[in-house]
């Protein structure tokens, strides 16, 4: 069965410092990736999205996600911290019309 | 364009009652899907429908049931409401899975 994992649960930086969130899938075939962000008691709102084509990703609000295969990858990149990007973050595929999520990454941002 | 709209955002049920949540897509989206979302099992998949037709279901008991109006709108209902089923349920719409999933804001359902 399809699986995503983020090693994570709990990730602090500084702001303005860089970050990288990771995402691992378990998938057959090339997967359709995501990442979405949430914010407290709100619904998800899609960064970025993968199908094929070029491996690095643009997505919203100047995040970047860059998918290897090799590694079976897809982490999410950001290269300035903000204090707004303070959330939970999620990696998921598409099955076939149904996503499967990781179990979700919380940034916390310090001063 | 609007978004994806749940409503009520909030509701509180006695165990043993019954509930229905409503689900209005993005227009011209034909796709609704629904998540539940816990701290202890994070979000996991409901069910997926697509022109008044359920397309997926994912692990759930038979007291979980949806349904899809003409119009893209779609319910889910939970019957004999459980402790457990305590939960953040979220509606997704989308036009084609190449562009993504759009979500509501969720409708925060607490049982006691």
């Known amino acids: 069965a399809q699986s995503v994992t983020q090693p994570d649960i709990h990730i602090t930086v500084s702001e303005g410092a860089s970050l990288e969130l990771r995402c691992n899938y378990s998938?057959?075939?090339?997967?359709?990736l995501f990442w979405y962000v949430q914010s407290p008691g709100q619904g998800l709102q899609l960064l970025l999205k993968?199908?094929?084509?070029?491996?690095l990703v643009q997505g919203i609000k100047g995040f970047e996600a860059e998918f290897k295969r090799s590694q079976s990858s897809f982490n999410l990149r950001k290269p300035s911290v903000h204090w707004s990007d303070a959330a939970e973050y999620f990696c998921a595929v598409d099955q076939g019309g149904k996503l499967i999520f990781g179990q979700g990454t919380e940034l916390s941002v310090k001063p | 364009k609007a978004g994806v709209t749940q409503t009520p955002r909030y509701l509180i049920k006695t165990r043993g009652q019954q509930v229905t949540l409503s689900c209005s897509p993005i227009s011209g989206h034909r796709s609704v899907s629904w998540y539940q979302q816990t701290p202890g099992q994070g979000l996991q998949f409901l069910f997926e429908y697509f022109s008044e037709t359920q397309r997926n279901k994912g692990n759930f008991p038979g007291r979980f049931s949806g349904r899809q109006f003409s119009n893209s709108r779609s319910e889910m209902n939970v019957s004999t409401l459980e402790l457990g089923d305590s939960a953040l349920y979220l509606c997704?719409?989308?036009?084609?899975?190449?562009?993504?999933?759009?979500f509501g804001s969720g409708t925060r359902l607490t049982v006691v």
């Open positions: 998938y057959g075939a090339t997967p359709y």
């Open positions: 993968y199908f094929s084509g070029d491996t």
């Open positions: 997704a719409s989308s036009w084609t899975a190449l562009d993504g999933y759009t």
